[in-house]
């Protein structure tokens, strides 16, 4: 085989695996617990929001740019509050709505992430819960005096959702006293209106 041939054959091997290394994200539909669905600008999202979720969800929006609206089927929580905060601050920012799928249940962190979304809305028989946070040391939010600088990563999260001050302050202190680390208080249809979890 000539040598021309030989590197025509290798620089076509290059380009086609450059190609397919760059459809790699876009062939995938799946980033953790977000999943692409079929027109390809709307997520479903079903489960715990982890250390890897920020990342899943920027690879996600690198691959599908044009994603508009989540759709959660069951987000009960988050092992990484931190993270958690940094991924919904990031999807509101990028003006997605959230829709809560019929029968779906979200709890603690995953109230907050669902707080994001620009226009929140849900479907029939959804659960909301929320409850105090606790650190590793077990020292638990109610620890802490009103206005103490520990509260304040979440009261300023819900300000940068669009919330006021004074809602965001209502809103932290109810979830926290309303149950323990270790329990779930179901927030009642009058609760879910008054602190502006939906927006229609």
Known sequence: MKIKNIISLLLMATILFITCKKDDNTNKKTFGVFKVLMND????????IESASLNDFNELV????NISR???VNCDGSSDDGINLLLSQKIHQKGI???LLDNAIIASGGVDFYLAGIIRTRGIDTSIGVHSWEDSDGTTATDYPVGHEDHLQF????VSVGFTQ??????YYFTINAAPADSIYWMTEAEIDQYNITTQ
């Open 62 to 65: 690198d691959a599908f740019p």
């Open 41 to 48: 600008t709307t997520i479903e999202m079903d489960g715990e």
């Open 155 to 158: 009261i300023d999260y819900y």
């Open 166 to 171: 004074l809602q965001a302050e209502e809103f």
């Open 97 to 99: 709505n959230i829709h």
């Open 70 to 72: 989540i759709e959660i």
